[in-house]
């Protein structure tokens, strides 16, 4: 049970610590330090003052310590003056007494102003330390800021930040879904041709009905042409095209021969034929066109 406990504080710790280093923001740890030094470097200056107060204190007692002791010298002489010397003896008693305190008050006064002198150099130091961080302080949060900043721009680029990732992933899935709409609509047309899906448009035409009217039509405009290089043939104006009901090939092909017989002059005698091989009574010559 021990050894569990011990684990089970470790993996707590190690938590604790993984989340802390992911919290903490090294601009703002600088901060707080700075602002801690700035604390002690004020507390510093603090006991200083207070120093030098108690310095002042003391020379402000020294100072009537020397007054009274100077008053009480004038009063012995005055005592002795007047042939009271039990009265110059009280005050030269009181006089010495003062001399004792004044000794004490110098001593003290030497210790304070000793402790002073080495405050003073303190807070020196610790001023010169503090401005020092302060500019340190500044560097690595610009250089941090920069490292962030540029951090930031190469996950992007590289398309491993978590926005990017994001983006990437939308794209990916609205390519996916469209190429599986493409797909769906392929397969969709491929079995209307084959005929595998009923065909709700009122066509009603399977891809059987549609090769055999493709090869109508193929007949139709074949039956056509030649009956528009006929007409060419025999020098006259292209007739008029058929109506959608127009006979089969065979009879669009006799109804433009009997086109172009019914156009010839009327110069051609009513015996001629027309034949290759034929002549005209007038010249006796055979037509032209059995040569």
Known sequence: ??????????????????????????????????????????????????????????????????????????????????????????????????????????????????????????????????????????????????????????????????????????LQRAEDKINEMQARAGAIDELLQAGALPDLTGTGQDDLDRELNATAQAGQVDSELAALKAELAAGQPAASLPAADAAPAGAGEAGASGAANAGEPSGTPAGSTGEPGAATPETGETNGSGQ
């Open 1 to 170: 049970m021990p050894g569990v406990m011990k684990r089970l504080s470790a993996i707590v710790r190690a938590k604790a610590n993984k989340a802390l280093d992911k919290a903490e923001n090294p601009a703002d740890m600088l901060d707080m330090s700075y602002q801690d030094q700035l604390q002690n470097l004020q507390k510093v200056r603090r006991a200083l003052a207070d120093v030098a107060t108690s310095r002042k204190r003391l020379e402000l007692q020294a100072g009537q310590l020397r007054q009274q002791a100077d008053k009480l010298q004038q009063q012995a002489k005055q005592a002795l003056e007047q042939n009271r010397e039990d009265l110059a003896r009280e005050a030269l008693s009181r006089r010495a007494a003062l001399a004792d305190q004044l000794q004490l008050l110098g001593t003290q006064h030497e210790q304070v102003e000793t402790q002073q002198q080495q405050l003073e150099l303190t807070a020196q130091k610790l001023q010169v330390q503090v401005d020092a961080f302060r500019t340190r302080k500044e560097t690595l949060k610009a250089t941090y800021t920069a490292s962030k900043a540029q951090t930031s721009i190469g996950e992007a680029v590289s398309g491993i930040s978590e926005s990017m990732t994001d983006a990437g992933m939308t």
